[in-house]
Structures are given as structure tokens and as C-alpha cells.
């Protein structure tokens, strides 16, 4: 069975800054995707980028980019330049080409960014 | 273009009564997930539907059925109602089986009392 860790329940930045989210998972299959999304307080859940794990390529997308660490099973979130409608609650999301069609989700991370 | 779509926003019932919420996705979607969102947790799959058919389902009691009709559209129904069915319950559309993408509606929030 897959997990998703997500350690950091609540974080904040100053608008303008950087600001790292952090994410482990774990499985036993090779081939996947992880994908970050945003859930604003109005709860619509967005999606904000995703990584195939057959990529060495960091994903990146606009002031969202990942690191992501296969060998380690690790896929961290950089937000850069940080604005106020970035305050939402972030979710690391994994599907395996053999889930079954599920996405596991972690427990998430609260971000709040202050004026 | 519309996004996914969910009715009610809102509902609130009593414990032992049923529930249907129902969800359109994406015009052109045709595969819709259900997953059940409790307060200060991450989503947990419910279930998956492509082509009017299930295609995964999750670890949640019989007591939940869910349906895809012809046009896309789904229901997901839930019997013998619990407190802890209280959540958020929100609806994904993808493009077709296998496509790693999905796209949440606003999702309906069940208050069990």
C-alpha cells in the first residue's frame, strides 16, 4: 500500500518569500505520479503541478517547482516570490500506474502568507 | 468551459437516513472519482467510474454505492447514515481511465447528526 507523509502540518512566509512544503511517500512501484494541489479556504481543490516519476526533470510552473528525490522517495514543493492567495491548505498526491485509479493524498500542510 | 460540478453544497441528515449526492464532471470527461474528505485530513478515495462501469474502489463499508449514467454525470449514494459519515465529499473528473489528472469539484459538505 502506498503512503504519502506530509510532516509540516502548518507553515508561514512573508509575501515575497520562499517557501518550501515537504513531502515523503512511499511504495513499492516504479512507475507513478505525484502531483501537488491547493485547497484555498473556499475548498475547491486545484491542482498546482505534477511530477512522473520516469522524469529526472524537476517540474516547474511559473513560482511552483518541485525537488523531487526518487532514491529518497521525496518530492518537496518550492514556492517562490509567495503572494497572499497562495494561503491554502497544500496536498501531496501520489497515483501508481497499478493504484487501481486512487489518488492517496497526505494530511496535508496549512500555508499561511503574511502581508 | 464549466468545471466539475456538485449538488447539494450543503445537506445535513439524520443519523440512519440515506444520502445521494451527484456530480457532472468535465465536458468531454469521462471518468469520475468519489473521495470523502474528513475535517483536517487529506481525501480518501471512495470510488472510480469510466464508461458506466467501477474501475477501483476504496476501503469504505457497502453502505456506499455510487453510479455513472450515460452522460457522465455520477451519484454516490450512502445508506444507514453514521456521524462519522460527516465530511466533505468531493467528485474528480478525468479525461478517460489511466489519465493521472484529475480536476475536484467544489465538493458537498454532509452534516450527520
Excluded at chain 1, 511517500?25 to 494541489?37: A, H
Excluded at chain 1, 501520489?94 to 502568507?113: A, C, D, H, Q, R
Excluded at chain 2, 453544497?9 to 473521495?35: A, D, E, F, M
Aim: aromatic share 14%.
Amino acid at each position: 500500500a502506498q503512503t504519502v507523509t506530509q510532516s509540516q502540518p502548518e507553515m508561514s512566509v512573508q509575501e515575497a518569500e520562499t517557501v518550501t512544503l515537504s513531502c515523503t511517500y512511499d511504495t513499492s512501484e516504479n512507475n507513478y505520479y505525484l502531483f501537488w494541489y491547493k485547497q484555498p479556504p473556499s475548498r475547491q481543490m486545484i491542482l498546482v503541478i505534477r511530477q512522473e516519476a520516469y522524469k529526472q526533470q524537476n517540474a516547474t510552473e511559473n513560482r511552483f517547482s518541485v525537488n523531487f528525490q526518487k532514491a529518497a522517495k521525496s518530492f518537496s514543493l518550492k514556492i517562490s516570490d509567495s503572494q497572499l492567495g497562495d494561503t491554502a491548505m497544500y496536498f501531496c498526491a501520489f497515483i501508481g500506474f497499478g493504484s487501481n485509479y486512487k489518488l492517496t493524498f497526505g494530511k496535508g500542510t496549512l500555508l499561511t502568507v503574511n502581508p | 468551459d464549466a468545471g466539475v460540478t456538485q449538488s447539494p453544497t450543503h445537506l445535513i441528515k439524520t443519523r440512519g437516513q440515506h444520502v445521494t449526492l451527484r456530480c457532472s464532471p468535465i465536458s468531454g470527461h469521462k471518468s469520475v472519482s468519489w473521495y470523502q474528505q474528513v475535517l483536517g485530513q487529506g481525501p480518501q478515495f471512495i470510488f472510480q467510474y469510466y464508461e458506466k462501469e467501477e474501475r477501483g474502489r476504496g476501503n469504505f463499508p457497502d453502505r456506499f454505492s455510487a453510479r455513472q449514467f450515460p452522460n457522465y454525470s455520477s451519484e454516490l449514494n450512502v445508506n444507514a447514515l453514521l456521524l462519522g459519515d460527516s465530511a466533505l465529499y468531493l467528485c474528480a473528473s478525468s479525461l478517460r481511465t489511466g489519465s493521472y489528472e484529475q480536476y475536484f469539484g467544489p465538493g458537498t459538505r454532509l452534516t450527520v447528526t
